[in-house]
């Protein structure tokens, strides 16, 4: 016997019919003898709505009632999905993130679950009863409901596993598990059986939207065995583990691409000590995130030129922002350039192996795609180029690392 | 500076807009001075809607998960609300039963309030807080949300103000108060300024649907002043509350009508001891519910007939299990008849007057009505006639007691 907790997303619970399909692959587990607890979103379309009511009354609503309005859509699954598993004979009841509870932090609309208590729960499951939980809420200090923000059910559900010591924790969605790279770009891009916390962490923040960067880390920090697959298709998934836990280790895991990022070049800067906490600070304070940053070395020893990427949707206050401080930050040129795409090859063998960057520029000169911007962590080179090149790249890279499909 | 309960139903909070007019009502009684709580129901359609959900999950739900579904229609209504109030500057927050809490007992989808804890609500509505109660929801002895069955948010704000010690419950609803009866079938009736609890309960239970009964009698027992009037006209409405507030008492205060009844004749039943239980004891466990009983003086001292009303909806439940016991009852014949109206006058003055049930016979018999069935309490006089003679009876009837509008 072991423990497993079970994820669906609003897709998956969307009407009556899906919810009663989800019971069904929860009974599957409950057959083969596991203790199961499920977690499940809003149906989708819901929170959209209960988000747009909340607009309607109040722009500027207080993030207190926002919970209390937008946590309803995952108490009508709960509620749902325990009667559809009574009716076909499997035990179950619901929870609220209240009545576990879930001890969040205060900060509503997006709040960090603190801990989870487990002793009411663990009864009723060893009793033989599933337990269906709210995603996406949990209890904050003033004893007010809280939301843990957009996609945070998959956290509910890490965060779940962690504290119930589970096996593994299955996060159901409509594809069926992390793939090499975007098949819808790349044809021969291939399903992955297993990848590291890690990895999935950089493929998770570089935009391949399959888990939440949020549930990543928290996998990673307790160790929670997750698998994403289809609630749609009957297969396994991928497993997101450690390192120990797979066997033939490739060199590059997956290829992943953000079209979300703009390029800032200012040219001929002030070379001197200060300078660079001159530009940031402005930014990190107007809530600005900044990703890449390269400073080339200063020709004359006076000036330099500054290249950095921030959000698409933050260019215009950056481009404003530091257009404001251009006599104090003393450069010649802004040059904004939102037609860029970033794109990664991301490999836990890249820490052991050598060459992996080097096979990613020439590989990229070969078809003489011009690169902008570098920037490398342990286990990722990511490189700026421009965006019309995003598919020619993705595929060649993809053939170049031996990640084709047979 | 006074403590008032107001309670808006389901049409009243239909959408954003009149979210925003109850808002701007609440604040006009907060302007005055006055420590508000607010109780509101679920925006019309959307109890129907989750309830539907229920059904076509499973017929036969538990009635814990039906209550944890069905009560975020409130919890929704509460967050709004409290975010349209903060939004005219009126500080606001919502509350929902567990959150008080409001203790019920264990009666999942038709649970009786037990108690209600106030300190903490006291406490935020002292600080100028104008508290948003999530009406028709409790917590159970299990830790679990239950439901007070449907208009339980009556009930809901009438034990809150007794809980509060409110000098007022005001009752928002589509209505602008109680009349002396039908103003759809009597043009000149009248609204009344003030009624007794005993009299409102009389009218609530006979068809009168402005006050959940079960409220009437929360209200009657904790002695809450009730007033029934409209969200939609700004007037007073009628002020339900104890005899000795009511300086002119009328002998009569108004003339109800249900049309749910249906009557059923025994023909020729043996007059022997244990007949009535014979026949009222399989009604009874098969939970329907008789209303007005008549048997005659047995003519030959060894049969007589016997008449009883029943819900509409029963009837053909109670013809089939009488027809069942037809040969161990001994009744010659069993007559069904629903074309029957049950026609009502009430007033406390019948208490000390004389005269009027022979007002309300000699009336009918002047437009020549057959009276079917009598029945009578302490403040009221029922009758069964011929459906077919409702507006007639209830015209004459409201005429001859003197409650035409002048």
């Given at each position: 016997m072991a423990r497993i907790v079970m994820k669906f997303g609003g897709t998956s619970v969307a009407d009556c019919d899906r919810i009663r399909n989800v019971a069904l692959r929860v009974k599957t587990e409950v057959d083969r003898g596991n203790q199961v607890a499920v977690v499940v979103s809003a149906m989708s379309g819901?929170?959209?709505?209960?988000?747009?009511?909340?607009?309607?009354?109040?722009?500027?609503?207080?993030?207190?009632?926002?919970?209390?309005?937008?946590?309803?859509?995952?108490?009508?699954?709960?509620?749902?999905?325990?009667?559809?598993?009574?009716?076909?004979?499997?035990?179950?009841?619901?929870?609220?993130?209240?009545?576990l509870p879930v001890r969040s932090d205060g900060a509503h609309g997006k709040a960090r679950i603190e801990t989870i208590e487990t002793e009411g729960i663990l009864s009723h499951m060893s009793a033989g009863q599933v337990a269906v939980v709210a995603g996406f809420q949990g209890l904050g200090p003033e004893n007010r409901v809280t939301t843990l923000g957009r996609g945070g059910s998959d956290t509910s559900a890490v965060a779940l596993a962690a504290a119930l010591g589970a096996e593994r924790c299955d996060i159901y969605t409509d594809v069926d598990g992390v793939y090499t790279t975007d098949p819808r770009i790349v044809a021969k891009a291939r399903k992955l059986d297993k990848i590291?916390?890690?990895?999935?962490?950089?493929?998770?923040?570089?935009?391949?939207?399959?888990?939440?960067?949020?549930?990543?880390?928290?996998?990673?920090?307790?160790?929670?065995?997750v698998q994403v697959l289809s609630s749609f298709v009957d297969a396994p998934g991928t497993l997101v583990c450690d390192e120990d836990e797979i066997v033939e280790k490739e060199l590059v895991s997956g290829i992943a691409y953000?079209?979300?990022?703009?390029?800032?070049?200012?040219?001929?800067?002030?070379?001197?000590?200060?300078?660079?906490?001159?530009?940031?600070?402005?930014?990190?304070?107007?809530?600005?995130?900044?990703?890449?940053?390269?400073?080339?070395?200063?020709?004359?020893?006076?000036?330099?030129?500054?290249?950095?990427?921030?959000?698409?949707?933050?260019?215009?206050?950056?481009?404003?922002?530091?257009?404001?401080?251009?006599?104090?930050?003393?450069?010649?040129?802004?040059?904004?350039?939102?037609?860029?795409?970033?794109?990664?090859?991301?490999?836990?063998?890249?820490?052991?192996?050598?060459?992996?960057?080097?096979?990613?520029?020439?590989?990229?000169?070969?078809?003489?795609?011009?690169?902008?911007?570098?920037?490398?962590?342990?286990i990722k080179v990511s490189v700026l180029i421009a965006e019309e090149y995003t598919e020619l790249a993705l595929r060649a890279l993809h053939s170049a690392y031996g990640l084709d499909a047979q």
């Open positions: 819901v929170t959209n709505q209960l988000v747009d009511y909340c607009r309607q009354i109040a722009p500027l609503h207080d993030a207190k009632e926002y919970d209390t309005v937008v946590s309803t859509g995952e108490q009508v699954t709960i509620g749902l999905l325990a009667m559809a598993l009574q009716e076909i004979g499997v035990p179950a009841r619901s929870w609220m993130g209240w009545q590291t916390y890690e990895e999935m962490l950089e493929l998770a923040s570089l935009g391949a939207k399959v888990l939440q960067t949020r549930s990543v880390e928290m996998a990673m920090k307790h160790r929670v065995r953000s079209r979300d990022e703009a390029k800032v070049t200012l040219v001929r800067v002030a070379d001197r000590p200060g300078v660079a906490a001159a530009i940031f600070g402005p930014l990190a304070e107007a809530n600005i995130n900044v990703d890449m940053i390269v400073q080339n070395v200063s020709e004359d020893g006076k000036s330099t030129d500054l290249t950095f990427t921030v959000g698409k949707a933050d260019l215009d206050r950056t481009v404003n922002l530091l257009g404001e401080k251009k006599q104090s930050l003393g450069y010649e040129r802004l040059v904004p350039d939102s037609n860029v795409v970033k794109v990664s090859v991301i490999g836990m063998g890249m820490r052991s192996h050598a060459g992996v960057a080097q096979k990613m520029f020439s590989t990229l000169a070969e078809k003489a795609i011009n690169i902008q911007v570098i920037s490398t962590s342990e």
